[in-house]
């Protein structure tokens, strides 16, 4: 249960009762739309909903939820108050005797009159007079939106220039990066460009001086009955000195880059296993930034130098999962691979003397050396590879292959494209 510490009053919970014409239920869709978006652990009712726009206490997370909330309502105010365009459907916005004043319809026509247009409908000349009206308030509704929104899209402007975002970039090895360099590297160029909000860059001198008068101002939300701003707009500041630069792509529409992280890999009863991998990407501008698109996850990892991966590291750094069998497909495709490495590693130990087996165990066994003086045949280790090859489980490994594919899909789901 929550305590008095866990609560807070939400602070906007004035405007949005007022904007929402006190109508909770919208809020209530709004929060049963969004509950996992803005951090909720499921919708929230009606009693809370009604707590927390009459400013009482609520817990934290419903509060936050609610801020939400209040942003997307100063971010496009229209799509949350935008009246119907036929007076049939006014009673699905607001109650009749609301629009009966906020029209002002009483100065052409009764309330009896009008409280009974669903089930009369009015006449022709009555309807297209209720009907005029509803577009005037429409029209200045719209108006009074569209400049609170271009006001906010000011104050941000300046904001944006005078805290500006920037994407820093390191050419190492003749591949850019973008971010962190990721490894003690030498970078033989560094830039930093800037991106997000274009600010007031192009704005006119009259914008801007309205920029700065404007963020001195508190820009509340239109006030929709009377269909205008809640707010006077100020006198320009004049004659700002104010600086900002262009937000644009400084090499070309796109280009090839890399991306350097470390991949930890859990091994079974011993320590964390780390390497450090090269993915191939793409760079491409997107409007107001560069934006990233993989085109070769995990193409390098790094041992003393760098090198290509294997399928089979790039199958564990995707899916976590490290190989244990192969197919009789698999292993037959690199057979002459495999006994040409074993019949090397047959050479390096031909002095050892192997270890007895159970039943033999008093009896021993000669080396490599001494059962063959001549030198160790390639044949040897073409009988080895077959009796591997005898005991490879197929169940085993397609068990395994279906269990790589599924984790490979869902990595591959998670790249980022255009």
Not at 183 to 192: G, I, M, P, S, T
Not at 242 to 256: D, K, L, T
């Amino acid at each position: 249960m929550a305590t008095k510490a866990d609560t807070v009053v939400f602070a906007q919970a004035q405007a949005i009762r007022q904007f929402t014409l006190g109508q909770n239920k919208r809020v209530e869709a709004w929060l049963a739309d969004n509950w996992e978006r803005v951090g909720l652990t499921g919708p929230i009712n009606k009693s809370t909903v009604s707590k927390a726009l009459s400013s009482m206490p609520v817990v934290k997370p419903v509060a936050d939820a609610l801020d939400v909330l209040f942003s997307e309502l100063r971010d496009d105010p229209w799509a949350w108050c935008q009246p119907p365009t036929q007076i049939e459907d006014m009673p699905r916005y607001a109650p009749l005797n609301w629009w009966f004043k906020t029209l002002r319809l009483k100065d052409g026509l009764s309330w009896t009159r009008f409280e009974r247009m669903p089930s009369k409908p009015l006449t022709d000349e009555d309807r297209s007079w209720v009907q005029e009206r509803l577009d005037e308030w429409s029209d200045r509704l719209k108006g009074a939106c569209d400049q609170f929104q271009n006001d906010r899209a000011l104050v941000r402007a300046l904001e944006a220039d005078e805290n500006p975002e920037f994407q820093t970039w390191f050419l190492v090895g003749g591949e850019w990066r973008l971010g962190e360099v990721g490894e003690r590297v030498n970078a033989e160029k560094e830039l930093r460009r800037r991106v997000g909000n274009a600010g007031l860059h192009g704005r006119s001198d009259q914008e801007i001086g309205m920029a700065w008068a404007l963020a001195d101002a508190v820009l509340t939300l239109p006030d929709i009955p009377e269909a205008k701003l809640t707010y006077t707009r100020p006198n320009a500041v004049p004659t700002i000195t104010h600086f900002s630069e262009p937000i644009e792509p400084w090499n070309g529409q796109e280009f090839e880059g890399v991306e350097v992280g470390e991949i930890t890999h859990e091994k079974p009863y011993t320590m964390k296993q780390t390497f450090t991998v090269i993915s191939k990407v793409r760079f491409y501008w997107a409007g107001d930034r560069y934006a990233v698109e993989d085109t070769e996850p995990f193409a390098e990892v790094k041992d003393d130098e760098w090198r290509a991966t294997t399928a089979q590291e790039r199958d564990l750094f995707m899916t976590g999962v490290e190989r244990k069998h192969l197919t009789r497909g698999e292993l037959d495709a690199m057979r002459d691979e495999w006994v040409d490495q074993a019949w090397v590693d047959m050479k390096a130990r031909q002095d050892e003397k192997e270890k007895p087996d159970f039943a033999n165990k008093f009896q021993p066994v000669p080396s490599l050396r001494e059962r063959f003086p001549d030198g160790i045949p390639r044949s040897f280790a073409e009988d080895a590879f077959e009796r591997v090859f005898a005991k490879i489980d197929e169940e085993a490994a397609a068990d395994e292959q279906r269990e790589v594919a599924r984790r490979r899909m869902a990595f591959m789901r998670q790249l980022r494209r255009r």
